[in-house]
C-alpha cells in the first residue's frame, strides 16, 4: 500500500504547519492566560482565539473539511477547502497538538459534523438561522444524545439552560459547550 501524500495533502499540511508555527504555538502561553483570568466565567470567546481565527480565514485556512454533497458522495461543490476526510487526517493531527487550535480553523468537534447535518438535512430557515454562523464561526454548537428506551429510574436527568431556554432531557452525552456570542439564540 503507498502511504505517500498527494501533492493537494502536502500543500494542505504545509500550510497549516506555518500557521501553527508562526500564529498558534506562540499564542498558547497568552491563550491559557485569558482563559486562566476569566476564571468560572471561562464561557467567554478568547479575545486571541477570535483574533487567530480572523487570521486563518483571511489565509484560506478556513473549515478545511466541509464540503457540500449534491447527488453523489462523488460529487462535491466546496463550501470551504473540500479536503476529504483522508486529506484533513494529517492537518487535524497538527491542529490537535494544540487543544483550541481546531476552532481556529473552524474544524473543531462537534461544530463540523453539525453543520454537516445541518447543511444536509436542514430546513432553509434551520440554514439561515444556524448554519451560516456555524460556517462563519460566529457561534458554536453542542451534541446531546439521548436515550429515550431507558427505563425512566435508569436516566440520568439534565436540565440545560442556555441562552435563556431550558431543556430538561434524558441525557446520556454532551459534547461541545455554551459559549457566549449572540443573545438571540
Given at each position: ?27 498558547v ?29 483571511s ?5 478545511l ?7 453523489s ?17 494529517l492537518?487535524?493531527e ?42 462563519a ?18 436516566r ?19 459534547n ?10
Amino acid at each position: 500500500m503507498d502511504f505517500s501524500l498527494s501533492e493537494k495533502q502536502e500543500h494542505w499540511l504545509r500550510r497549516v504547519r506555518e500557521f501553527m508555527d508562526s500564529r498558534i504555538y506562540p499564542a498558547v502561553t497568552a491563550v491559557r492566560e485569558e482563559f486562566s483570568a476569566m476564571g468560572a466565567d471561562r464561557w467567554h470567546p478568547s479575545r486571541k482565539v477570535e483574533e487567530l481565527k480572523a487570521a486563518a480565514k483571511s489565509e484560506g485556512l478556513w473549515k478545511l473539511v466541509f464540503y457540500r454533497h449534491r447527488g453523489s458522495m462523488t460529487r462535491r461543490n466546496t463550501l470551504g477547502a473540500g479536503l476529504t476526510n483522508l486529506e484533513y487526517a494529517l492537518c487535524a493531527e497538527e491542529m490537535g497538538r494544540v487543544p483550541w487550535a481546531s476552532e481556529v480553523f473552524n474544524c473543531s468537534a462537534p461544530d463540523t459534523g453539525n453543520m454537516e447535518v445541518i447543511h444536509r438535512y436542514g430546513s432553509a430557515a434551520q440554514k439561515a438561522k444556524w448554519l451560516k454562523p456555524l460556517l462563519a464561526g460566529e457561534i458554536r454548537s453542542a451534541f446531546l444524545m439521548t436515550e429515550p428506551r431507558l427505563p425512566l429510574r435508569m436516566r440520568p436527568i439534565s436540565r440545560l439552560r442556555f441562552a435563556g431556554r431550558a431543556m430538561n432531557t434524558s441525557s446520556t452525552a454532551a459534547n461541545g459547550g455554551p459559549r457566549r456570542r449572540r443573545p438571540s439564540m
